[in-house]
C-alpha cells in the first residue's frame, strides 16, 4: 500500500510536476488553478531556507502532503489543496494569521487552518496544554480537516526514519492515542498509517 505513496516523497518539490497534477483536473486560466498557485508561493516563500528534523526542505513536507491528498486521496477540492499547502504557515510563520489567511483565501481555509494550527503560545504558555487542547479539538472538527491532518500525519512518518528512536517512539504514540481513532472513524488512511508504525516498530533497536 506504502509503495504507491512513497515516490510522491521524491517529488514533492517539483513545482512543474506539481502543477501538472493540478492542471489535469483545472486549467491554468480558471481562478481556482491560480489560488492554489499563489498558495504554493506564498508558502515556498515563507519557508524559504527552512529544514525539518530530518534535514529535508520543509517546503517538499508541504508539497508532500498535497501530492499524496491529490494522487492518492484524488482530492481535486481547491479550497482542501490550499489549506493543504498552507497547513503549518500560522503555526511557524509569525508574519501569518488567521485574518490573513482569511483575507487571501477566505473562510473555508481560514477554518480549516485554525483546526490544523496549535492555539498560540499566548494563549496556553504551557507546551502540554497547547498540545491537549489543539487535540480535543479534534473532536469537533469536519471531515474535511481530517483529509489533511492525515495526510500531513502519514508523509511525518514515512520521513522522520533519520531521527532518533526516542523521536520516533513518540511520534508512533501519539499518532496511536489521537489520530489512528480518527483515521479508522472517518475511514482515512488507516491501513497507510497502520502499515508505517508498523515499519518504523520493526526498526526500532531491540
Not at 481562478?31 to 526542505?57: N, T, V
Not at 491528498?69 to 509569525?94: F, T
Amino acid at each position: 500500500m506504502l509503495e504507491k505513496v512513497k515516490p510522491l516523497l521524491k517529488e514533492a518539490g517539483d513545482r512543474k510536476k506539481f502543477f501538472r497534477r493540478v492542471a489535469s483536473f483545472l486549467p491554468p486560466t480558471d481562478q481556482r488553478y491560480r489560488l492554489i498557485e499563489k498558495a504554493y508561493d506564498f508558502a515556498e516563500e515563507a519557508f524559504q531556507g527552512r529544514q525539518r528534523d530530518s534535514g529535508e526542505r520543509y517546503f517538499e513536507h508541504l508539497g508532500g502532503v498535497d501530492l499524496i491528498l491529490i494522487d492518492y486521496l484524488r482530492i481535486k477540492n481547491y479550497i482542501l489543496l490550499i489549506a493543504g499547502i498552507l497547513h503549518d504557515i500560522i503555526e511557524d510563520i509569525p508574519s501569518w494569521t488567521i485574518e490573513r489567511v482569511r483575507a487571501e483565501f477566505g473562510d473555508e481555509v481560514a477554518l480549516l487552518l485554525d483546526y490544523l494550527s496549535k492555539p498560540s503560545k499566548e494563549e496556553y504558555p504551557s507546551g502540554e496544554e497547547r498540545v491537549e487542547v489543539y487535540h480535543r479539538r479534534f473532536e469537533n472538527a469536519p471531515r474535511e480537516f481530517f483529509l489533511i491532518k492525515l495526510a500531513d500525519r502519514l508523509h511525518n512518518l514515512l520521513s522522520m526514519w533519520s531521527l532518533s528512536p526516542e523521536k520516533r517512539a513518540k511520534k508512533i504514540e501519539e499518532t496511536k492515542r489521537y489520530y489512528l481513532p480518527y483515521a479508522e472513524k472517518h475511514l482515512i488512511l488507516l491501513h497507510e498509517l497502520e502499515e508505517a508504525i508498523e515499519e518504523l516498530e520493526k526498526a526500532k533497536p531491540a
